[in-house]
């Protein structure tokens, strides 16, 4: 059986997702809702889908299985919670809002849900991350001791879409906490953060911060450090040092060629990608093929509702430290 | 316009073709030759296309625009004739035949083709490799001094496999004389071999080496030094260092993760791809796309007949001075 | 003029000192003291020099021009105030003291020292450290906006050892720290820091830790992190980022040789020095040539006592922040 | 036992050499002689030594107990005979003459000597290679079957050093040859070579190369390939690749330091030493110190005699060999 989707949004990240739909062969699109409907038509057109002009039509339609939601973060909720009056299959984009306490009403009402709910964690599904998270599974080199991120994206985003954003750490760090969370096994319950403006003085005015630096402590005590800056001048920047009793697991950065030059001066290498589109395209295709996986043979997927909340949370407190500039424990709340 | 192939030849190398022309959005497959039906009518029915009992309906049909040869290589030349006979656009794998007079005969037949003719020296679309070229061209560290090129595969096929192969210069190493001959913009003069037995002893009775190693001199009088070897035990080697008067370039292998390990005797990285279908993935796509443009936009494509016929005469030459063990004159011949 | 040193303390850190300023060509071990007799007559018989019984008669000696202080911590203010009294030049190891208080008396005391002071913060005059400070101030890439260090042991020293040492900030971090003023070129003036006993567990009745991360602040608002550990499976981790606002310098870890082993599973490369020993053989003798060059050319040598002073300020927050769980304000005091 | 030593020559090697001995609480240096009175009067004031104005006065002195020849090449067979002659041992730099007959000649005279004769290949003391040496006798990868060796020099000698230096294979590849014969633990039978003028065409009037190619097949039938140009950009080039039946095992070019720098175009890393003096600076030490080691536990050096005259007699067929562009054998003779 082919699973026939529905597109909620037609942005940047819903292109990303529609290109991988129309490409796996397990899978359709029927149709497309965006209220800017130039843009819909446009998406509907390349990939031989329908542009509706009502979004609740795509939940009603009987013939749609799943749907994808990459609209803007406020229609999340919206969007979750009709997908479980109509029963679809949903892959919802993070964050699933930026205010926890309208996430825990959520899944209050959403607590019997049959659907399956995915949350847009993309990089789970990267090939490297797979593989890093395989070697801590298989305990190589014995108990997860510490675990440290670095992420810094390639260039500061306008101050427009920071306004927005919910914050370096909702926007940002997210990413970081649910990776965080999948390797450790285990939940954040305090943290502490500073922020600063290095980039640009203006980002003040959000109030945000471009550069940001974290200790988070597990349930089991293990002592965790993020950090997280706009921009890095080298491309983009996601690594990941794990250190276990008996060695050392480290994800480097991905370089952009295995070109390697030497002139009288000095070894160049091509660097990293300028962009998680670049380094993490393979990761879309194997989360959608996951999730169509999971509908297929019925199973709960991961990451699901309670990864999107837990990481909201986490993202909370750490908002809440950098203001006052003191640990913060983490609203924890398992459903 | 959509670009109709018609495929000939439903093995390993057909495959990889008929994969990367059903995703191309400019492409479609119609038709499918092989001489094994069954193996033609699977390929047929993944990809949705025709499987006909007859290679010589694929060059009658009027709807079919090119050609992709994967079949054995005793057919490629009767195929480039059909192709040039019947104008179709022809995508033909390597080697064009394994006697060079045959070859040379063929091409003083197809003298003034019309057809666009593009043979599957697939690793000049690799992105390391085409980056490399781009650098050379571009003159960043001046002129060319030397080139050594070292390939080697994971394990030595079966005797079956080598009896008709042509023995490793024309199997193994035309692939290195291709990018040579690319990368140094100048022919290969003169050359001297040596081979050994290494790996099986059994390997003199075809007779044939699975260890060989060259030195190439080209008409500008640079030397060049070629390495292979049919079993590499960490994978797959390909690795390339471009000497010139003002610095180095060098392909190095590709790692199969990003992820470094440290235990308490070493660090340790995960090893090359296992075979050139994991590394070479993506050149394949691309070469097929190129050719997709030469015909939609009458290009002459690269390689073509001359690329395969000049490095097929290097080839013959490498074979006789690894017989005779003494330098031999490679025939050249300008067409 | 050779220059003639009394070297106080015949344990470990003595015995590298000797050894560098034996072979040193301008200068020379005329006394060594150590209430162990056994320890210092047995360095004295391999540097030629005199073991004598009494530490006063270092300091009265008139041919003596320098002293070098490796005995025990709470020995070393004494040792620095007779320097002064008696007109040494002193190399005096870190720490200076393990409280705050003591070390701030000794500052006002020796206010107007005339002799020269150096602390033994050796880790400045290894050669990584030295080129990446040099690129610092060549403002190669800009402005400073971020430090990270990461310092971890190759193993946990005995519980004996940790009652003495002050705990791993004063004992561990304060190499670090600094490292890190000394890269910054600024003051730190707030810390955050979370200790852990992933090791040994006994750690805790020390009480001490085993393991930390820390967040801090500097004077110009700069954020940096640190991680610590006592226990590096792979040897010794010494490795700095430093981020700039156009492009990153990062000190790697140092590998044990230049051979890449390739199976057929791994990439392997030899590991990382053992030890501080091994890792920064070469920095010692460069610690030691620099005092003596201070001397023949009277330059004031830096690092001085404000570097020990300020360090050890800094320990002290680091300390009172991970006992409390909260930020803590430097006390800082420039003289 | 103090070993007592007398120097022959006060060039460039002779003062590497002399700084060792000085520095080794083992030795002491009595005597140096050079044709140049003012060179050795230099070296022997720095070294506490006499500047003798007979090189025979070092022979006859019943105090020296060994010599160590860095004089021009002309005159070490001379010096071979004189310690043969008064029963010094010798530490004698390579080559031991540009022609294959004298030594072989010498090597009769010598037949029976009871003095201790060492040949100045120092790369053989390097620990890196001393490393890669090691891995190979433990056959942590089974048998070898190819050994490729890269040597390339920071820049070209001037004309006039060229004219008396015997030509490339003699005086560059020489050390190439032992390295490769100690590692093979086989002799070298048959060897091809090219060579061509890439960096200066004046080379060719003296006549000489500046860039070479080999392939040299040793007795059990392992193929070799050396590649050697005067003139490296990136600095100085030594690497090494042991290819094994179960694994490879590479020698990888010393990096200048451990920083990495990224800025928005590339990674960064500081280049390779400019010459053998860095790189090797500590092979010298360990050659001296292991010569020492064999007086006075009365061990048979290695590099002895026969390790000279035979990596000759391969640079005597190598230089042949790129005459004639053919295949030579080497002349063997195992004393």
Same mark, same amino acid.
């Given at each position: 059986?082919?699973?026939?989707?529905?597109i909620?949004?037609?942005?940047?990240?819903?292109?990303?997702?529609?290109?991988? $739909?129309?490409n =796996?062969?397990?899978a359709?699109?029927?149709?497309?809702?965006?209220?800017?409907?130039?843009?819909?038509?446009?998406?509907?057109?390349?990939? @031989?889908?329908?542009?509706?002009?009502?979004?609740?039509?795509?939940?009603?339609?009987?013939?749609?299985?799943?749907?994808?939601?990459?609209?803007?973060? %406020?229609?999340?909720?919206?969007?979750?919670?009709?997908?479980?009056?109509?029963? @679809?299959?949903?892959?919802?984009?993070?964050?699933?809002?930026?205010?926890?306490?309208?996430?825990?009403?959520?899944?209050?009402?959403?607590?019997?849900h049959?659907?399956k709910?995915?949350? &847009?964690?993309?990089?789970?599904? *990267?090939?490297?991350?797979?593989?890093l998270?395989?070697?801590?599974?298989?305990?190589?080199?014995g108990?997860?001791?510490?675990?440290?991120i670095?992420?810094?994206?390639?260039?500061?985003?306008?101050?427009?879409?920071?306004?927005?954003?919910? &914050? $370096?750490? @909702?926007?940002?760090?997210?990413?970081?906490? *649910?990776?965080?969370?999948?390797?450790?096994?285990?939940?954040?319950?305090?943290?502490?953060?500073? &922020?600063?403006?290095?980039?640009?003085k203006?980002?003040?005015?959000?109030?945000?911060?471009?550069?940001?630096?974290?200790?988070?402590?597990?349930?089991?005590?293990?002592?965790?450090?993020?950090?997280?800056?706009?921009?890095?001048?080298?491309?983009?920047?996601?690594?990941?040092?794990?250190?276990?009793?008996?060695?050392?697991?480290?994800l480097? =950065?991905?370089?952009?060629?295995?070109i390697?030059?030497?002139?009288?001066?000095?070894?160049?290498?091509?660097?990293? %990608?300028?962009s998680?589109?670049?380094?993490?395209k393979?990761?879309?295709?194997?989360?959608i093929?996951?999730?169509?996986?999971? $509908?297929?043979?019925?199973? @709960?997927?991961? %990451?699901?509702?309670?990864?999107?909340?837990?990481?909201?949370?986490?993202?909370?407190?750490?908002?809440?430290?950098?203001?006052?500039?003191?640990?913060?424990?983490? =609203?924890?709340?398992?459903?």
């Amino acid at each position: 059986m082919i699973i026939n989707f529905g597109i909620l949004g037609a942005g940047r990240i819903s292109k990303i997702h529609c290109h991988n $739909i129309y490409n =796996n062969q397990r899978a359709k699109i029927l149709k497309i809702y965006d209220p800017n409907t130039k843009l819909s038509k446009r998406l509907a057109r390349t990939y @031989k889908a329908h542009a509706t002009e009502h979004d609740l039509d795509i939940f009603t339609d009987s013939n749609i299985h799943a749907v994808v939601v990459g609209s803007s973060t %406020p229609t999340h909720i919206k969007y979750l919670d009709l997908a479980n009056k109509y029963n @679809k299959d949903i892959y919802c984009e993070k964050p699933i809002h930026l205010n926890l306490k309208i996430v825990d009403a959520c899944l209050k009402r959403l607590k019997n849900h049959k659907n399956k709910i995915q949350i &847009g964690f993309h990089r789970r599904f *990267d090939s490297n991350h797979l593989l890093l998270k395989n070697k801590i599974i298989q305990k190589k080199f014995g108990n997860i001791e510490q675990i440290n991120i670095s992420s810094r994206d390639s260039s500061l985003p306008p101050i427009s879409y920071l306004k927005v954003s919910g &914050g $370096i750490f @909702k926007d940002m760090t997210i990413h970081d906490l *649910d990776i965080l969370r999948w390797l450790l096994n285990d939940e954040i319950v305090e943290v502490y953060a500073q &922020g600063a403006a290095m980039i640009d003085k203006k980002i003040k005015t959000v109030p945000d911060f471009d550069t940001a630096t974290m200790i988070l402590k597990s349930k089991k005590g293990i002592l965790c450090q993020l950090s997280n800056s706009r921009r890095f001048s080298g491309g983009f920047d996601q690594r990941i040092e794990v250190y276990c009793n008996e060695g050392n697991l480290n994800l480097n =950065n991905v370089k952009k060629s295995s070109i390697q030059a030497i002139n009288n001066k000095e070894e160049i290498h091509d660097i990293y %990608p300028y962009s998680f589109i670049e380094r993490y395209k393979e990761s879309y295709v194997r989360a959608i093929d996951y999730f169509i996986d999971c $509908i297929k043979n019925n199973k @709960k997927p991961s %990451p699901g509702l309670i990864d999107g909340r837990n990481s909201l949370a986490i993202a909370e407190a750490l908002t809440e430290s950098a203001k006052k500039s003191k640990s913060i424990k983490v =609203n924890l709340n398992d459903y």
